[in-house]
Structure formats: structure tokens, C-alpha cells
């Protein structure tokens, strides 16, 4: 066979997927499956068998990051690496980002089966903790991984009921013995579905991203004084939950007062004591700032610290706030963003030309190695929720790309 004529199989890359999807699957039909979670161990158990059986040698690493290797002719050579994060949102999608490991698991079985001969190794990587819905921030093992966050740092972030990373990957077994330190990389590609709307509605089955925004993520903690409703008067209440909402309008506001392409967005929010009798006595709430202009995002943060500190004093509910997070915008290599445009091309795969709204282990990883990401579209454009979709047909062009991609690099 001319290894151009090569393609993976469709219905086995369906059927791994919705394999994976019966693990942590909500009644909504998303799944629910936070990063080191019960749910996440029976996942990369799952992960870890298929590896074996295609001969893989396994490795788990002291942040949990698991990594399966084909061996190549060259096998000194940095190796082509592939993949992306099993871990989900809360009540999250069965495609995001579990795409990018079956995917990459989808084109080392092709491989395997038609005994293809790779001069460099070939890696697949399943990332742990990449959603930071659990623990913040997120990234946290390629950032560990590509040295960007440091390893005791992360093991001590908690989740809201006060668990630490460095105990729940003990806990499900996955607190590897290798070193979470990177090694040269040669070329890293993810596939992903979009989780924007821009590919359905321009009609592309591909989606070749340029880079990905530029991400900030704040806490923010306000204390007001907690009272029984009934006798205390509204003038001179200090309602940390009134402090809060005000706040949360100005970071709806935030884009459109700077003027420039980005978003602002209030995710998660906590209320103290949280009954309908007692006035808030504190909330402690997220921002979540993002641009592709970095000095943009700078001045809105300048902006944003500003606004609260203004409503907390009039309000007398100090607040107090922490960047937990920051990653600047990020431009993929030129080379193997137009590879991926050549081979979808050669596919017969239209594909169009955007930036990613969405943060993803490739972040860190075009940091330490040339990296680009493949898109294939999201039904309606919507991603994190249950009624995330893409088409089964558009998984398996997307699983294409990737494996030509692979042998290019990997030849």
C-alpha cells in the first residue's frame, strides 16, 4: 500500500470513544469525570490496556501525565508526540479533549496493524488535570511537565473540599515514579474539536489554528458581615453578595470598555453562609480575562482591580484578589501549521484558518517544541456541557490529518 493511501478506522475510533464516554456518562448524556477522580483512575486504567496491547511501552510520571512509546529505527532521535487530557468538566462534553487521546491512540493502531516503520518514536501523552475545574489552574501536568509550573506548587492546590493534587494521585494510584521533566520533543500535534461555532458556519471539516489566546485567571475573596435578615435595616448592611454581583457586571462589561477583541467571564461563584435568612458574609468568586493582545488583557486586569476596589470601599466589603493564573498568547510553529493545512488538502478536507479560544496542553507545549493543533467542527458551537457534539464522520477526517501528519514528522 502507498502510505498516502493510508486512513485510520472510523468505526474503531467510535467505538473507543464511546467507550470512554460510558465512564463518568451523565443522565444528560455528557460525562462527569473531573481530573483524579474515580471516574479519571478507571479511565487511564482503560487507556493503559489498550496501550499495552499494542505494544506501547507505558510510562507514568510523578504528575500522573501517562505516555505510551513506539519505539523508531532512529530511536535516539526526539520523538513525534500526540495528544491531549482524559480529564472532563463538570458535567462536561464526550469529546473534548478525550478526542485528542483516542485519536492519537486511533493513529498508533493504525500503525501497529499496518506494520509501518517510523524512523523517529512516536508518543501518545494523556495530560493530567488540563479542565482545572477540580484544581486550578489548568495545565497542570504539561505545566509541570515543560517546567512552566513548579512540581510542589502543584501538588499542593486544593480542590473545594480541600484535597490536594499530590494526595488524590496517590490515591488513585497514579503518582507515577518517572521524572515530570520534559525531554526534547521533535514535533507535538493535539486534535481537538473546536468548541467554537466558526467551522460550522463557514462549512470546513478542519479547523487549522494559528495559536491560542492568551489566558488570566483570577480569585476573588470579599467579606461583608454576615446577619439575620429580618432586623437588620438595609441602610448599613455590608452584603459581601450585593459587592459581588456589582463586580461581576463590571467583568461583563470589561470587553467592551477596552475595546479590543476579548472576553471576560464570571464561572464560579461561592456564598457564605448560603442561607435565605442570613445576609452574605462572604463570597469569594473567579475571573477568567482572555485576548490574543497580551498588553490588552494587561491593562484590563489594571482596570479590573480598580472597578473592585472602588465598589468594595463603598460598599465596606474588602476584597481581595489573586492572579492564580497567567499564560501570554500563543503562536503554533509555521512549519507544522502548513503541514496541517497540506495534508488536509491532499485529504480533500476544506479547512480554515483561526486562533483557538480555548486554552489546551498545546500552550505550554509550543514552548518547548514546535506544536500545532488540529480543529474539526462543534455542533452549534457548543463545548463544556452535556449536549456537546461533533459528527462521528468529521472525528474520523480529523484522525486522518493527524496520522499524516505523524508519519511526515515521524519518517
Known sequence: MDIRDLRINGERLKSTLERMAEIGRTSGGGVHRLALSDEDKQARDLLIKWLQEIELEVAVDEMGNIF???????????????????????????????????????VMRTIQENQIENTRPIMIVDW?????????????GSGVWTGKLERDWAYARKDFHGKKIGEELERIGYKGQALAKRWPVYAYF?????????????GKKIGIPQGI????????????????????????????LCSAAEMILQVEALPAQMGGNMVATVGEI???????????????????????????????EGELQTGF?????????????????????????????????????QLGYPSYSLVSGAGHDATYMSQVAP????????????????????RWEDCEAGGNVLLH???QSAR
Open 371 to 390: 506544536t500545532a493543533m488540529i480543529f474539526v467542527p462543534s455542533i452549534g458551537g457548543r463545548s463544556h456541557v452535556e449536549v456537546e457534539n461533533t
Open 309 to 345: 476596589q472602588k465598589i468594595a470601599t463603598k460598599r465596606n466589603c474588602p476584597a481581595r484578589i489573586e492572579k492564580i493564573w497567567k499564560v501570554e498568547h500563543t503562536p503554533f510553529d509555521e512549519f507544522l501549521v502548513t503541514q496541517v493545512g497540506k495534508i488536509a488538502a
Open 190 to 202: 493535539e486534535l481537538h474539536i473546536e468548541q467554537g461555532p466558526i467551522l460550522e458556519r463557514v
Open 68 to 106: 505510551g512509546r513506539r519505539a523508531g529505527k532512529k530511536d535516539n532521535l526526539p520523538p513525534v508526540m500526540s495528544g491531549s487530557h482524559i480529564d472532563s468538566q463538570p458535567k462536561g462534553g464526550r469529546f473534548d479533549g478525550i478526542l485528542g487521546v483516542m485519536g492519537a491512540l486511533e
Open 128 to 140: 493530567t488535570n488540563e479542565e482545572g475545574s477540580r484544581f486550578s489552574p489548568a495545565m497542570a
Open 405 to 407: 501528519c505523524i508519519l
Open 270 to 300: 461561592h456564598n457564605d453562609p448560603n442561607s435565605r435568612n442570613i445576609i452574605p458574609g462572604q463570597v469569594h468568586f473567579t475571573v477568567d480575562i482572555r485576548s490574543w493582545d497580551d498588553p490588552l488583557t494587561d491593562r484590563a
Open 213 to 240: 489566546v492568551g489566558i488570566r485567571w483570577y480569585d476573588v475573596f470579599i467579606e461583608g458581615k454576615a446577619n439575620q435578615v429580618g432586623p437588620t435595616p438595609m441602610e448599613g448592611r455590608n452584603d459581601a
